[in-house]
C-alpha cells in the first residue's frame, strides 16, 4: 500500500511542480516579471559584509529607478526594482538571484556587483536564459557572447586598463622600474596581468609586485619596501583607503615615482584630499566616468543633471563617493535598453538591445565615451582618457584611449 | 640592511597600532575573562564620534576628552544593557551576544557616516621624526601614548585600591563579595575603562589608516594575536606583542621568498602559533597550578 | 587578576545525555519518522528555490553539527571551520573539474581529506586552551581563502576567479529535477551522519569526549586517552563540516576564496549557539536561523541589515541563552513538572 501511494506521489510530482512553477497566463506575449503596467528587475550587491564600502553602488540604483517611476516610469509602465544583499558572498548571491528568478519572477537582473558573485551565477543565468545585464565588475571574461550570450558587461576590463598604463609608462619612462600595489583578489591580478602583458617583452620592469588584503590596517611596509629597492615607477591599484595611504606615505618618505593611479582610487573627495592634494601633485589616471567632487564639472549639464538626482533621492549620502556615480549610470544605462525595447518585452529582445546600444550616453559618462555593443561585442565600455592631477583637480590630456582586450 | 631597519621601524610603527588595541582588548579581558569582539567597533564608533564632534565645530582636545568620557559612559551602559542579560548565559552565548554587538556598531556606522574614508587629525603632526624617513611624528606619538597608558594602567592596577578591587573581582567573584567589593560595579568600571581604552587607540589608529567603518576589522585580529602572543594576563606583555606582531609580519612579507607577500598575514599567525605552543600562556603570562 | 582562562566551554550549558529530557522512545521514533516523512515530501511540494533553500539549511545544519562535536560535546573552541567546509568543498570541485570524478565519490573524499587535515591540527591544538585555541583556530580560518588565492596553486584552485562545479544530474529512471535529486541526496547524507554521530554521543566514546570536556583531569585520571579523543574528535568534527562543505559546492555549483571566509565561521558559531551547543538536532534549527534570519534583516532594511540581525541576534539570546535546544528543554521541564502530582512527586524519577 504504501510502495503504491509513494510511487503515485512520484508520478504526479511534476504535474504538481509544474503548476507551481508555470507562469500566470498573459494577454499579450511578455516575458516573465512583465504586465502592461509594471516590470520588475533584479539586483543583488553587497550592502554589509566585508565589501560594504560598494554599498552606495545598488543604493544609487534603487533610488534612480525611484526617480524614474516619479518621472512617469518606462513606456508608461513602473519599475520594480528588487534588490538584495549577499554580503559579497557568492553562496548568498547565488540564493538570492534564484528567489529573484524563481520566486520574485524579475524579467533580468540589471548590475549584479563582485566578479566571484557574478561567476556564481553566469552559469545559471544563461541556463535559465535569463539576461544579466551590465555586471558591476571589470573582469575580462564577461564579453564572451558565443559562450554565455545572457551575460553582457560593463566597465573597461581592468586587464584593459593595465595595459593602458603600460603603454603610457612605455612612453614616459621607458627604462623605469615599475612596482605594482594591488589588492589580493580578482580585480588587483587582473590590474598587474593587464600591466604586465602591456608591458610585453618588457614586463621585467616590473621588479615589485607588492599585494595587500582589505584587512590590512595599512599599506606603508610595501611603499617602504618599493623605494627602498629602487621603484621609480608607482603603479598604485589600490582601493581609495589604500590608495590614499599610499600616497601619504610616499610623500612623507620623500619618494617622487612615476605615480599611475587606476581608476578605482582616483576620487579628488574619496582618495586625494584624505591623501592631501599636494601630496597628489603629477599624478596620473585614466577616466571613464566623471569625478563628482573634481570642480571641474561644476558647470556640466551631465554634472548638473546628476547633482539634482542626488540632491532630491539621496540628500544624505556623501557625493564623493563614486559608489554612487557608478550606480546611478548602471541604471541609466539598463533604462535605455528597456527603452529600446519599446512593448516588445521579451527577454530575447532586451538581450538583442543591450547588444545593440549606439554611442548611449548617460549623464556622468566622459564626454565623448559613450557605450557600444553588437552581437559579438558584449563590452558597453571601452574608452578611457588619462588625467594628470594639478593639485586640485584633474586635467584631461591625450585622446580617448580604446581598452578592450583585443 | 638598511631596508632590514626600515622595516623593522614601519613594523614598529604599525605594531604601535596593535599595541594600543592589544592593551584594551587584555583591559577587558582582566575585568570579564574573555575577549569582546565587538572591541574594534566600539572603538571604530567612539573615532566617529570624536570625527562628528570636530565637524560641528569642537577643537580637537575638547572632542578628545569628551569622547573618551563618553565612551566610558557607553561602556558601562553596554555592560548593563547587554552583558548582564548574559553573564550567567554560557560562555559561547556570551561570545554570540558580543558579535551581535559587532553587526549592530558596523551597520550603524556605515549608515550613519557612509563608507569613504575620512582623515582624522592627530596632534602630533606627520613630519618625519630624526630628520630621516624611518618614522613620522605622529608613529612616535602613538608609541608615546600607548606606553603612557600602559604605566597608568600599572599604576592603577598595582598601586590603588580600586585596581586590586577590580583584580579581586574579576579574579575570584565570590571571594571578592564576601570581603565586600561590589563585584557588579567593578565589571561595569571594566568595561568602561575598556571602552576609553579603545577609544583612545582609535583616534590614534584614525590618522594612519584612515577612519571608515570597516578599518578596526584589521587591526582588532592583530591586536587580538598581539595580546596573546605577549599573554592576556599581562598588559605589558600585550604591548610587547602588539609590536612584535607588527614587525613579525613586515619581515614576513618583505623577506620570506615566493610565499611571503600574498601569504603574510598566515605567516605572522603561524609564528605565533609555534611560539604558543611553547609558551601555552603567551610571552609573559602566567600559568596557573588549579586544584583538581 | 585571572591567569589562564577557565575551562568555561565545559560548563557551556551543555547538558550530559543522561540528564536530558527525552520523550519516551516510541513517542521519539514517531516524532522523529514524522519529521522525515515530511522532509522527504518538501521538494514534491514546494518550488525549485524552496527546495534549494531546505537543501542549504540541512547543509549548514551538518557543517554546525561539526562543530557542535568538536566545541558542544568535547569543548575544544573554533573559529576555523569556515576553512575545514572550504576544504571540503574545493575537494569536491576539484575532482570534479580537473579529474572527471563522479560527485558522489568526492562526498567520501572530502570527509577523509577534512578528516585528515583536522587530525594534524588537533595535535599541535592539544597544548593550547580556550582563547589561544580560538586564535590558532582563527589564523586557519584566515588563511585558507589566502592559500587558495595563492598564485602557485592556481591551476588547481583557479584562484581567486574560483572553479564552477557542475550540478549533479538526477539518475534518469526518476521523475525529479537536478534540485529535488540533490536535496534528496544530501538529506540522505545528513541522516547518515546525523544518526552516525548520535550513537557516536551514546556510546562509550561518546561518553570519554564529554568527560573530556567536563572535566579534563578526572577523565585523563579515570584512564581516557585524551590526546587521542581530543584529536580524533578534531578529526570528526573536521570530516563533518568538510562533508557539508562538499555537499554546499554541489548546490552552489561555485566555489571561491571569497565564500570561505572567517564570516562563515562565525555564522556557524551563531548557529550553533541558537541551535542549542551540545543538542544534536538543534544544529538544523541553527541552520535556519542562519540561512533565514540575514533574510528577514535585509527585508526589514537593506542599509541597516546588519544592525537588525544584531538586534535580532540578541533578542535570542536574551530569551534563549542555551539556545533552541535548551529554551525546550526548558519548556518541556516545566510542562512534565506543571503535570506531575504535586504530592506524591516523581516516583522513579521520570523525566
Known sequence: ?406 | MELLLQQVMAGLANGAIYACMALAVVMIYQAIDHLNFAQGEMAMFSTFIAWQLMAWGLPYWVAFALTVVISFVAGVLIDRVLFRPVQKAPILSQIVAFIALFSILNSSAGEIWDFTIKSFPTPFGHQPLFGGTLIDTHEAGMIGVTLALLGLLYLFFRGTRLGLAMRAAAANPASARLVGIRVGWMTALGWGMAASIGAVAGMLIAPVVFLEPNMMLGVLLYGFAGAVLGGLTSPAGAVVGGFSVGIIENLAGTFVPYVGRELKLTLALVLIVIVLMFRPSGMFGRSVVNRV | MTTVPKDDIAVAGAVPVQRELRLRPSLRHVVIAGAIAAALVIPLVTSSFVTFQVTEVIIYGLAILGLNLLTGFNGQFSLGHSAFYGIGAYTTAILMHNYDVAYYWTIPAAGGVCFVVGFLFGLPALRLQNLYLALATFALANATPQILKFHALENWTGGVQGLVVDQPDPPSFLPIDGDQWLYYFTLAVMLVMFAAATSLIHSRSGRAIMAIRDNPIAAAAMGINTSLYKTLTFGVSALYTGVAGALGALAVAFVAPDSFTIFLSISLLVGLVIGGVGSIPGCLFGGLFVLYVPNIANSLSSGLAGAIYGVILLLVIFVMPAGAAGFVRLAAARLSRSQQAPITGAQGGKP
Request: aromatic fraction near 10%; hydrophobic fraction near 40%; charged fraction near 25%.
Open chain 1, 1 to 406: 500500500m504504501r510502495q503504491l501511494t509513494r510511487r503515485s506521489i512520484l508520478a504526479a510530482a511534476p504535474a504538481v511542480a509544474f503548476a507551481f512553477k508555470a507562469w500566470p497566463a498573459r494577454a499579450k506575449d511578455y516575458g516573465p516579471g512583465v504586465t502592461d503596467k509594471e516590470i520588475k528587475i533584479g539586483n543583488t550587491g553587497p550592502y554589509s559584509g566585508p565589501a560594504s564600502s560598494y554599498s552606495a553602488v545598488p543604493k544609487s540604483q534603487v533610488a534612480y529607478w525611484k526617480m524614474i517611476n516619479d518621472q512617469g516610469g518606462i513606456n508608461g509602465r513602473t519599475i520594480n526594482f528588487i534588490s538584495y544583499d549577499d554580503a559579497y558572498s557568492p553562496p548568498k548571491t547565488v540564493e538570492m538571484v534564484r528567489k529573484l528568478v524563481e520566486e520574485d519572477g524579475v524579467f533580468f537582473t540589471s548590475a549584479t556587483l563582485g566578479t566571484p558573485c557574478n561567476s556564481a551565477i553566469w552559469h545559471y543565468m544563461n541556463e535559465k536564459k535569463v539576461p544579466q545585464l551590465f555586471v558591476a565588475t571589470g573582469a575580462t571574461k564577461w564579453d564572451d557572447p558565443k559562450g554565455h550570450p545572457w551575460t553582457i558587461g560593463w566597465q573597461p576590463n581592468y586587464q584593459s586598463e593595465g595595459r593602458i598604463y603600460a603603454t603610457y609608462i612605455l612612453k614616459e619612462k621607458p627604462d623605469g622600474k615599475i612596482g605594482v600595489l594591488y589588492q589580493n583578489d580578482d580585480f588587483g591580478k587582473d590590474y598587474l596581468k593587464g600591466v604586465k602583458d602591456g608591458l610585453g617583452d618588457k614586463a621585467s620592469m616590473v621588479i615589485v609586485e607588492a599585494s595587500y588584503e582589505t584587512t590590512d590596517p595599512t599599506v606603508d611596509s610595501q611603499v617602504v619596501d618599493m623605494k627602498a629597492k629602487g621603484v621609480d615607477v608607482f603603479v598604485n591599484c589600490g582601493i581609495p583607503k589604500f590608495a590614499a595611504q599610499a600616497i601619504r606615505k610616499a610623500a612623507e618618505i620623500g619618494w617622487k615615482p612615476l605615480h599611475v593611479l587606476s581608476s578605482i582610487g582616483n576620487s579628488v573627495g574619496a582618495t586625494l584630499k584624505p591623501a592631501g592634494f599636494e601630496n597628489a601633485k603629477d599624478i596620473v589616471s585614466d577616466f571613464y566616468l566623471k569625478d563628482p567632487s573634481d570642480p571641474k564639472w561644476k558647470d556640466d549639464d551631465g554634472f548638473k543633471t546628476w547633482i539634482a538626482f542626488m540632491d532630491k533621492y539621496m540628500p544624505d549620502a556623501d557625493k564623493s563617493d563614486a559608489g554612487n556615480v557608478a550606480g546611478s549610470s548602471l541604471a541609466g544605462m539598463t533604462a535605455q535598453v528597456l527603452k529600446q525595447c519599446g512593448d516588445e518585452l521579451t527577454r530575447e529582445n532586451v538581450m538583442k538591445q543591450a547588444a545593440s546600444l549606439h554611442e548611449v550616453m548617460v549623464p556622468m559618462l566622459l564626454p565623448g565615451v559613450t557605450a557600444n555593443t553588437s552581437p559579438t561585442d558584449f563590452a558597453p565600455l571601452k574608452q578611457v582618457q588619462m588625467a594628470k592631477f594639478d593639485g586640485q583637480r584633474w586635467n584631461l590630456f591625450g585622446e580617448l584611449l580604446r581598452g578592450a582586450i583585443g
